[in-house]
């Protein structure tokens, strides 16, 4: 049987999700604790170390656990084990991010021109790919806030190599492909950020350098976002563009053979009809994202799917869904679905995301109460170890109901410190 010898958040996630098969509310039952403690611990991973009596409860549970249950957890320690020590992540940070002199030139600390002769090869456009899937894998974890910065000074020194480098004519190809990628990842995290001013440029220039390098993936991912942001949670935006920008999206990837790409391109175009009120094309289009993604969890395993398209998940759909009946006036079904959809998120910005969601929803209901206690459990997220001030966006109606709300007063005087620290935009 495995042994533990210190219990983290991570030990523990692996324990309840994966050895157990318990979902959070289950899983604090068993402990006789409440959900919020079990997912702060989660959200911490390694960092949080759970009380002495908890390590030994832990300890107990595991001991009573079957066979099977034994070589679940087992395999998910070897499995996280060797993810681990494969790359160093602050070191991997330090290279891609700072621009090591080994992948990348030393004139590409600076946005100086190219020293002349300065040639670009297959080597930086990997490194260019390398980064744009590590701000994918790290977004998921702490959110777009932290990693802003890195994000836009990796495009900057990106687009120098495009403009100013010697390259032969196959790697200039490959070379804006993956710089309109690097734009995609500094695009996406400039909206969690909350800047959607820096993410719908950064996503044009992400289409542009599609169409100049032929890509359709590329020219799709592009889309797509640019459809997100068109609707916006907070009510701004325009639900008609979207729906061009979807419809645009889905006539190129017509020949792409993804089910989880079309899946992604039907869940965006149901929210869009949601919001302009047309229930039957929503049922239409949210039925046919989840034929298509029921269909890539048969057929598509993750390994074999683009990192940007891994998070296209039943789970995914299911926001979608409960998004588009939120438009449509159906609010106890959508916070229904949003609150089973929490339950299953394992990567801690997504599952902060679902939880303001619902508290948002929640509040719309008039349930203030409730919103105000999920929305608690997302703002300590937030305060811990998520940064994600569009999540923090959605509980603005959480925030207004809270103001004349007996109880109310811790919710929104953190949400306001919270709100104060980025610059009181929220």
Not at 104 to 119: F, I
Not at 292 to 297: I, R, Y
Not at 371 to 395: D, M, P
Request: hydrophobic share 40%; proline share 4%.
């Amino acid at each position: 049987m495995p042994k533990v010898d210190t219990w983290t958040g991570a030990e523990a996630r692996l324990l309840r999700k994966v050895a157990l098969r318990m979902t959070v509310r289950e899983f604090a039952t068993e402990l006789g604790i409440s959900p919020r403690t079990v997912s702060k611990w989660e959200q911490a991973g390694s960092s949080r170390q759970p009380r002495p009596h908890f390590q030994a409860m832990f300890d107990t549970l595991l001991d009573r656990a079957d066979k099977a249950a034994h070589r679940r957890f087992a395999q998910a320690l070897a499995d996280r084990d060797s993810d681990d020590s494969g790359v160093d992540r602050r070191v991997f940070n330090k290279t891609l991010l700072g621009i090591s002199t080994l992948a990348l030139p030393a004139w590409a600390h600076t946005t100086s021109a190219t020293p002349a002769g300065m040639n670009v090869d297959k080597v930086h456009v990997q490194t260019l790919r390398a980064a744009a899937d590590w701000i994918r894998q790290r977004d998921q974890h702490v959110g777009g806030g932290v990693l802003l910065h890195q994000a836009a000074d990796c495009l900057t020194r990106a687009k120098a190599m495009l403009e100013t480098a010697t390259y032969t004519p196959e790697v200039g190809t490959a070379l804006m492909s993956a710089t309109g990628d690097l734009a995609l990842c500094a695009g996406w995290v400039a909206y969690d950020a909350d800047r959607e001013d820096l993410a719908r440029q950064w996503y044009s220039d992400a289409l542009a350098l599609a169409s100049e390098a032929g890509d359709d993936d590329l020219a799709v991912h592009a889309l797509q976002n640019a459809s997100l942001l068109a609707m916006s949670p907070t009510g701004t935006g325009s639900p008609s563009r979207a729906m061009q920008l979807t419809e645009r999206s889905r006539i190129i990837a017509r020949n792409i053979r993804s089910s989880r790409l079309h899946a992604l391109i039907a869940a965006r175009s149901a929210i869009a009809h949601a919001a302009m009120g047309d229930r039957p094309n929503f049922e239409r289009a949210i039925g046919t994202a989840w034929r298509e993604v029921e269909h890539a969890e048969g057929h598509e395993p993750p390994a074999d799917t683009a990192i940007w398209l891994q998070f296209v998940v039943p789970a995914e759909v299911r926001y979608h869904e409960a998004r588009g009946h939120a438009y449509l006036g159906d609010l106890d079904a959508a916070a229904a679905i949003y609150h089973a959809g929490a339950e299953e998120q394992p990567d801690p910005r997504n599952a902060t995301n679902y939880r303001a969601a619902l508290a948002s929803t929640l509040a719309d209901a008039g349930d203030t109460s409730t919103a105000i206690t999920e929305g608690v459990t997302v703002l300590s997220s937030l305060e811990e170890n998520v940064s994600s001030w569009r999540t923090l966006r959605r509980l603005e109606p959480v925030r207004e109901a809270a103001a004349n709300h007996r109880g109310g007063e811790e919710f929104h005087v953190r949400f306001d410190n919270l709100k104060a620290m980025n610059g009181g935009a929220a």
